[in-house]
């Protein structure tokens, strides 16, 4: 039996005597032993101490939170006490981290066993990684949480955490199938965490499913489930931007928001006053010239070991003067602002979660831009599995709250989730 | 109980239902488990399959080869079946092997368990791997054998396979403090593994001791050992290349060739017709040279994403040409037939494996110019443990024979390593 247990399955056997928790992490273990060569999702793994995680919570008289007992993965961004930090490079991280993280803490308080640390493109940026799609070998998987994302598709976890700069939560998680939340702006503490662009860098989970979402964030910020009392309210966001969308996806998502409508969502159209296709400057300047200033020093002494477009970025970021640079942010606030004015309430925006599905092109990591205004504005985001397209591959549907409404939109989630299905396992994992 | 069983313990027990191969896998990966977040050895780790590799080679009657169910690390240079090799950079190696290099199948052939990948510097050249060194985190291990050097060091294998192209194998592992041996060029094929420079690339093998080198080497060679009849003759290495050496090597060299000498060797000295000094220029320019094309497809695509001085070494290698390379291999010839007239017959040469103990420099892996005119000439060398310097540092013994003479040099090795002992554990590892 390889199928990773849900989080949800493991929520709902509560712990008492069943061994899920051992179950649960012996599970996700073999998939790495059989999978890993292949699909390079891990940096590290910690076997001994997982197993040994899961069986003082299997030894529990009762659940002691919501992730009591789950294998979670965690970004190579973020330290874990007594593992090394990476950041996406193989020079770097040469000592084991002495405390966790803030995000691990609490992922940790939540009951959480935490597996190993997830492949991230270098600095969180767009330099492909030697992680693989598990629905094709020459698909990128999406960055820059490309071990978080294949790693979940995979069943080597039950769960993972990622940060989104620009789309790197959204699509990869969309590219492998599976669902990614990219919270409000600020929600969880960057503390123990490697920055690229402090105005932009977000914490958030990738699972398999919007339920197994909600438990995730639950974990990571104590905020617990809310239920819809009635079908909830869509609206399709119009924009420019939706020009890059492909044939391909926008009939999946065409005829997943007729599904939607038939099952009793209400649905109706967002367009912004201004473009949300304009805000891709200001993001693309903003977080250049936020990068160059957060890896100064270790570029200072080692930039020709960087990788290509990091590096690139950073030489862009260096031409970027401070005065400059709170231009950029006093108008990302101005833009917060105004959608904050304009976006309507109790609506999840709705739109396709990447232009394409996973490109079969290995020298990058595909289009964020889709999911870089989102995060400029410090809004909530939700992916979930839509369906698949002639390719065969995973569509993604792109929910987007206001401002700390990640239960609505999660509960919104959760409801679309039950009229596409859960998502199918890419061929040769999963139940075989 | 943590001390890795020795290659030699595994062949006396013989096999016959004692579960020693299961038992010396299992005390490798408990200190895998332990050790590696701080000594970043491994790329790759395959548990299951070693276990089951042990397994299988516990449920047979007897011994099988001379390393029926030893723990073996392979420098990730060489294939191995499903599992990548990544030849020291993280974006490489995105396919796994369909086939074990022709070093890992006779490796198997012998008994030998596969545990993982051992970690390389860049291209096996000289950019400084993560790697640390088991005697002093802020010690570099040496490369580009560096994984293999300090899995050994530190336990997690019994034996492993490396290669050197300039002192790639002799560096690490006297900086480590085990022994290591670079056969006669040529000796074993090159099928599977990625090449730096195919007039110089010699694979070779790592062990703690004389006696498990010789071993590893019957493994990976099929040669049996041989014994001395009576005391070796050494001869003591006179050069101007010996002014590199620091004084507390210096030191630890002469006081360990004077317990040599009591315990009866004979001892004489040895210095070259021409310089052995002035082969390094041609080691130098023959490396770039064959370096630049043995990597130039792959550069020409990712040529940005090398390590610097891999890059560097590449960028020279383009300006020499075929006519300058073909005039450096004749002069590769012609330095190898007069040491073959030179050299003393049935003597060994000694002089120290490195000028320095592993420096506490993590900008690079240390000075191969003792080690890489060896290298040209295609001779044999092994490094034994000889013994403590000042600073608390392991020194290692650099053992130097006429072609094809590895049993002899291996035998006298043993020899030299019953006077000064096997090398003690760095503290924190072996029986703690």
């Not at 995000?103 to 492949?119: E, P, Q, S």
């Not at 805000?279 to 290509?308: K, N």
């Not at 599995?385 to 939109?409: H, S, T």
Request: aromatic share 6%; proline share 7%; with cysteine.
């Amino acid at each position: 039996m390889r199928r990773p247990l849900s989080i949800a399955e493991m929520a709902a056997a509560g712990g008492r005597g069943e061994r899920r928790a051992s179950e649960g992490v012996e599970r996700c273990l073999n998939n790495i032993e059989r999978h890993e060569p292949a699909i390079r999702a891990w940096t590290f793994v910690g076997r001994e101490e997982a197993r040994e995680a899961a069986a003082a919570a299997d030894r529990k008289e009762r659940v002691g939170g919501p992730l009591h007992g789950v294998a979670v993965g965690i970004k190579d961004l973020f330290d874990v006490a007594g593992w090394p930090t990476l950041g996406g490079a193989i020079w770097r991280g040469t000592e084991p981290a002495s405390t966790d993280s803030e995000a691990v803490a609490m992922l940790r308080g939540a009951g959480a066993v935490i597996v190993g640390k997830t492949v991230t493109t270098d600095c969180a940026y767009l330099d492909p990684p030697a992680t693989k799609n598990p629905w094709g070998a020459e698909r990128t998987p999406g960055g820059s949480s490309s071990g978080s994302a294949a790693a979940v598709a995979a069943g080597m976890c039950q769960g993972a955490i990622g940060t989104q700069t620009g789309g790197s939560i959204i699509r990869p998680a969309a590219y492998c199938g599976v669902a990614g939340l990219k919270p409000t702006f600020g929600r969880i503490g960057t503390r123990g965490m490697l920055p690229l662009s402090p105005s932009l860098d977000t914490i958030g989970v990738i699972a398999r499913t919007a339920v197994d979402l909600g438990l995730m964030w639950e974990g990571l910020s104590g905020e617990g489930p809310e239920s819809l009392t009635s079908a909830p309210e869509l609206a399709v966001v119009e924009d420019r931007l939706l020009d890059r969308v492909d044939a391909a996806v926008r009939g999946v998502f065409k005829s997943g928001v007729e599904k939607l409508r038939t099952a009793g969502a209400r649905i109706g159209r967002f367009s912004a006053r201004a473009p949300v296709e304009s805000l891709l400057p200001i993001h693309s300047a903003l977080m250049a010239g936020e990068a160059a200033r957060a890896v100064a020093r270790e570029y200072a002494s080692y930039g020709e070991r960087f990788s290509p477009k990091i590096r690139a970025l950073v030489e862009r970021g260096k031409d970027i003067s401070n005065e400059e640079l709170e231009g950029l942010r006093a108008a990302q606030v101005e833009a917060t602002e105004a959608f904050e004015r304009d976006a309507p309430r109790d609506v999840c925006l709705v739109l396709p979660s990447a232009p394409t599905t996973a490109p079969a092109d290995l020298s990058g990591t595909g289009d964020p831009s889709l999911n870089a205004p989102w995060t400029l504005l410090g809004v909530p985001a939700v992916t979930i599995f839509l369906g698949l397209a002639e390719d065969g591959l995973p569509v993604g549907l792109q929910l987007i709250g206001r401002r700390r409404r990640e239960r609505l939109l999660l509960a919104t989630a959760r409801w679309c989730e039950d009229v596409f299905g859960p998502p199918p396992w890419p061929r040769g994992y999963g139940d075989v």
